[in-house]
């Protein structure tokens, strides 16, 4: 579609260099894309919402203990019957693998 528009030419310019484009067509396009996006991500980021984040150290402290312990992997390399070498892994909890 052609259209013809008054554009300030040092916008122009300004706008050619920080995307690389020397075309006109391109940067126009370039620029109304790149307003698009922000605009649908700023939509995303508006549909998620908010999250607290009025944690003292106490409080995080006790979130820390509600959890599960970590576990963590041992892995060793074990022959098989068939002189073949085997990784083989096992879960073993964090406080266990510092000892």
């Known amino acids: 579609m052609k259209t013809a528009i008054a554009i300030d030419q040092n916008l122009l310019r ?4 920080a995307l690389g484009i020397d075309s006109i067509k391109g ?3 370039r ?3 790149t307003v698009i996006q922000h605009d649908r991500l700023q939509s995303f980021a508006e549909a998620l919402g908010t999250i607290s984040l009025d944690l003292t150290t106490d409080r995080l402290r006790q979130q820390r203990s509600k959890r599960t312990p970590h ?7 074990e022959s098989t019957a068939r002189n073949s070498s085997v990784l083989a892994c096992r879960a073993v909890s ?3 693998t510092l000892r």
Do not use: D, G, N
Request: positive net charge; contains cysteine.
């Open 94 to 96: 964090f406080s266990s």
């Open 14 to 17: 300004a706008a050619q260099k």
């Open 31 to 33: 620029s109304l894309r």
């Open 27 to 29: 940067t126009v396009e």
């Open 71 to 77: 576990l963590s992997r041992r892995c060793t390399r």
